[in-house]
C-alpha cells in the first residue's frame, strides 16, 4: 500500500491509500469519495503532465508519499 497526496491548492488536501498497480481512474475514484466531487470531473496533474484513468500508478514511477496537482473539470 502507498500513500498519496492530491492537493487542489484551494485549502483541499486528501491523502489517499492505494496498491501501485491500481489505475488512475481507481485512484480518482478514491479521491471521488473522500472529497464529494465525481470521479470524471477531477483531474490529476504532476507539473504539466495530466495522468490518463487507463495508466497504472507503478507506470507513471508514482511512489508512497508523492503529492499530485488535483484539478476539476
Not at 492530491?6 to 475514484?29: A, F, Q
Not at 479521491?31 to 495508466?55: C, E, M, N, P, S
Request: glycine share 6%; with cysteine; proline share 1%.
Amino acid at each position: 500500500m502507498i500513500e498519496i497526496t492530491c492537493n487542489d491548492r484551494l485549502g483541499k488536501k486528501v491523502r489517499v491509500k492505494c496498491n501501485p498497480d491500481d489505475t488512475i481512474g481507481d485512484l480518482k475514484k478514491l479521491v471521488a469519495a473522500q472529497t464529494g466531487t465525481r470521479a470524471d470531473k477531477i483531474v490529476l496533474k504532476k507539473w504539466y503532465t495530466i495522468f490518463k484513468d487507463h495508466v497504472q500508478l507503478a507506470d507513471y514511477e508514482i511512489h508512497d508519499g508523492m503529492n499530485l496537482e488535483l484539478y476539476y473539470s
